[in-house]
C-alpha cells in the first residue's frame, strides 16, 4: 500500500510538471509565461524575477526525484533567459527577491555541480549582506529605495540561505549571518507568546510592527531557518521553534484548523502557500517521528488533486478547494508544484 501511494504521488508531481512545460514555458523568452493561456507571450507585460526563481525550484525539485535530464536543460536555458532579461546582471533593487534566486541557484548547483550556478549564488549573496544595517536595531532591509524597513521577506530566507551555504562551503562568516539574521528576526518579528511570525516593521516610518499582515509565506520561511540552523547544530530549540511556528500557522490558516489551506489570492500571493508547504516539508523532514506536519502536508495535498485540478490537466489556480478558472497564474502552478513534490519525497 505505501508503495503504490509513493507511485501516485511521483505519477501527479510528474504531470503537474508536464503541465507547467507545455502550457507555461515560452521558449522565444526562455522563461515561463506569467500565466496560461498566453497567446504570443502577450501576458507577459510584467517580470516576475522572484516567480522564477521559485521555477528554478520546482525544476531542481524534478531533476532530484527523476534524475532526468530535461530538468537539466530548462534549468540552464532559463538561467540564460533570466541573465538576458534583467540586463545581464542578477541584482536587483529587492533584497527578498535576490535571496530567492540564490537560494534556487544554489540548489541547481547542488543538483547539478553546474559552476555557473554556484557563481550565480555568490554574487547575490555578495549583494544581499549589504542590506544589513543599524536600523531598527539591524535586520536586512527589504528593498534598497527603503533601508529602514525591515521584513520577514528579507531576513527569515536570508538565514536559509546563510545557513545552506554554510553547509555547502564550509565559510564560518556565513554560519556567523545565520545565527545573526536569526536572532534578530526572532527578537523583532516572532510574536513570543505563539510563534506567529509577523510580517515587518517601520514600513510607514513609525516604528511599527504590522501585526495585522497575516501571511502563510512568512510562516514558512521562518520554519525553514530554523530548521537549517537545527540541522548545523543539532539545538533542539530550534527544532522547537519551527514546530510552534508550524502549528500556530496550521491553526490560524488551515480551514478546519489543520485542514487545506485558504486561497489568499493570485499575484504574488499565488506563491504564498507554495512556501508554507515546501518548509512544513522540511519539518516533516527532519522530524519524522511527529507526523502532525507530513499529516498536514498529505492532506492539502489530497484536496489539491481531488477538488483543485483542472479537468483536463494537471493545472491548479490559488483554491486547493476547486477547479481552476481559465486564466492560471504561474505564481499558483508552482505553488501546487511544490506541494505534489514535498508528497513524491515524503513518502519516500
Known sequence: MEQLELERWKERADEAQEALDSMFWNEALRMYNIETPCPGGDCNTIFHYWWMAHAVDVLVDGLLRTT???????LAALHEGLLRRNGGVWQNGLYDDMEWMALAWLRAYQ???????????LVLWEDIRTGWN???GGGIAWQKSQLDYKNTPANAPAVILAARLYQAFGDTQDLEWAHKIYNWQKEHLVDPKTG???????????????????????????IGAAIELYRITEDQAYLDEAGRTFEVAAREFAVP???TLPDEGAGDAGLFKGILVRYAGELAAAHAENGEAAAFLHKNASVLWDMGKSPEQALFGTDWTKAPGEIIPLSSQLSALKLLE???VLDA
Not at 201 to 212: A, E, L, P, Y
Open 342 to 344: 514535498r508528497m513524491a
Open 196 to 222: 506567529f511570525v509577523w510580517d515587518g516593521m517601520n514600513r510607514t516610518g513609525d516604528g511599527q510592527i504590522d501585526t495585522d499582515w497575516k501571511y502563510t509565506y512568512n510562516q514558512g520561511v521562518y
Open 134 to 136: 543599524s536600523h531598527m
Open 257 to 259: 484548523p489543520g485542514g
Open 111 to 121: 543538483a547539478t555541480g553546474e559552476e555557473l550556478y554556484k557563481q550565480t549564488t
Open 68 to 74: 532526468n535530464g530535461r530538468y537539466s536543460k530548462r
